[in-house]
């Protein structure tokens, strides 16, 4: 007696008709989200980090840490100033951070608008250093900032909707992000 043995699985039909309702699922749902916003919102996120690691450091090391922020290469240049000169010797710790991809810093179409700050286009500040020929914020060991700063990005089509901010407290070294609606700058999410 011979006894046949099939083995589960889905018929080449079933495949289809699953691949079939894929794809239409995926049609309606693809056009609808805006890739442009996440990769905005992952631009702020990572400056608000590296600026929270930038203080971090300085306060666990116990020395000053340069931030330098590059607008034409869209990165920041990390500097630990380990004796505390003012300056980021050859032998002391550069670290070089971009962007994430299709990100950008750019003037916003309002800025934030907090008072007494002078624009540096896409960098909103009291006082800027400059380190290299960069515009440069010095975190303090005591956790503190050189000055107020709003940083601004955007994504690479920057329509008003895309810009975040990054904001430093000057005393504290407190940072925050807000995004822009096309009026008015609110809590990101």
Do not use: C
Not at 36 to 60: C, E, N, P, T, W
Not at 112 to 129: E, P, Y
Not at 135 to 147: C, I, K, L, N
């Amino acid at each position: 007696m011979f006894i046949s043995r099939r083995r589960p699985g889905f018929s080449l039909i079933e495949t289809l008709i699953v691949m079939a309702l894929l794809a239409t699922v995926a049609a309606i749902g693809i056009p609808r989200m805006d890739i442009f916003k996440y990769r905005a919102h992952a631009g702020v996120v990572q400056v608000r980090s590296l600026l929270m690691q930038a203080q971090r450091d300085a306060i666990v090391r116990q020395h000053d840490l340069l931030v330098s922020i590059d607008t034409v290469g869209s990165r920041l240049i990390l500097g630990y100033d380990q004796n505390n000169d003012g300056k980021v010797l050859g032998t002391e710790r550069i670290r070089v951070q971009s962007l994430p991809e299709n990100t950008r810093f750019a003037t916003p179409p309002e800025a934030l608008g907090t008072s007494g700050m002078t624009s540096f286009g896409a960098i909103q500040a009291v006082k800027l250093l400059s380190m290299s020929n960069l515009p440069t914020v010095v975190f303090r060991r005591d956790g503190t900032v050189s000055t107020p700063l709003e940083l601004y990005t955007t994504s690479q089509r920057s329509m008003a909707s895309d810009f975040r901010v990054t904001t430093v407290v000057q005393a504290t070294g407190r940072t925050t992000y807000l995004r822009y609606t096309g009026t008015d700058w609110k809590a990101a999410r």
